[in-house]
């Protein structure tokens, strides 16, 4: 059972996360949205000091939810990553991407997002498989009209574990996953990894000044403990 941790904002919790236990990093690099920098991308220095930190202790895996094929191919071609994450409404790997990948980044290996909201989702889980490497099940959010994931809500495990069972490639479920309904969830679908990012985040405070997205690293030594032992 392989834990994946989003979404990492600095060195030391990158090396943090390592250290309590997680596989996988995943992170959001420079995505040069016209309205300028969200506050959960890092900049192309962060980017680049926690790739150099995390060499050889994790995979280190690259999300957008650009729409264009070519910003996956750049980004890959720039930082390198073991895995390029796409989490877009718009674009989703083919046969096409997936050569152009290859030929561009040869190893980066490609993460399809999944927006499990219905049966729908087992479909597309199969049409996307033979093109990726990995499938990353997360909850549409409501009225959500950019990316997939990310916010905080679960969804049926059932259509994940017909999902893990329809597809050859490894499958790994997110959607409002934290330490304390971790274990339910790998019991009840038996993926390959469970990925978390807003329940293992500190929590702020009504008025509390920070980041919200640092993560509470006894949430995540949790996390990675109950996923492992389930």
């Not at 264009?68 to 083919?94: C, L």
């Not at 050859?168 to 934290?178: E, K, S, T």
Request: hydrophobic residues 40%; contains cysteine.
């Amino acid at each position: 059972m392989i834990t994946q941790i989003y979404a990492i904002q600095t060195v030391e919790d990158a090396l943090a996360c390592i250290e309590a236990g997680a596989d996988y990093l995943g992170f959001l690099p420079p995505q040069h949205r016209p309205e300028g920098p969200r506050f959960d991308e890092v900049s192309e220095e962060t980017a680049r000091a926690i790739m150099q930190a995390t060499q050889g202790k994790a995979v280190r895996v690259m999300l957008s939810v650009n729409t264009d094929p070519q910003f996956f191919i750049d980004m890959a071609v720039k930082y390198h990553p073991e895995v390029i994450h796409i989490a877009s409404q718009g674009f989703s790997t083919n046969a096409e991407f997936r050569a152009a990948l290859n030929k561009a980044a040869p190893g980066v290996k490609i993460m399809q997002a999944v927006p499990v909201g219905g049966p729908q989702a087992v479909a597309f889980a199969k049409q996307v498989a033979p093109f990726a490497d990995y499938l990353l099940l997360d909850t549409l959010g409501q009225n959500q009209t950019v990316g997939v994931g990310a916010s905080g809500n679960t969804h049926d495990r059932e259509i994940d574990r017909q999902i893990v069972e329809a597809v050859d490639i490894p499958v790994i479920i997110a959607g409002g996953l934290g330490p304390d309904n971790v274990a339910e969830a790998v019991r009840a679908v038996r993926p390959w990894g469970v990925d978390s990012m807003t329940k293992t985040n500190v929590t702020l405070r009504d008025g509390e000044e920070g980041n919200p997205l640092k993560k509470d690293m006894e949430k995540v030594r949790k996390f990675c403990l109950e996923a492992k032992k389930a």
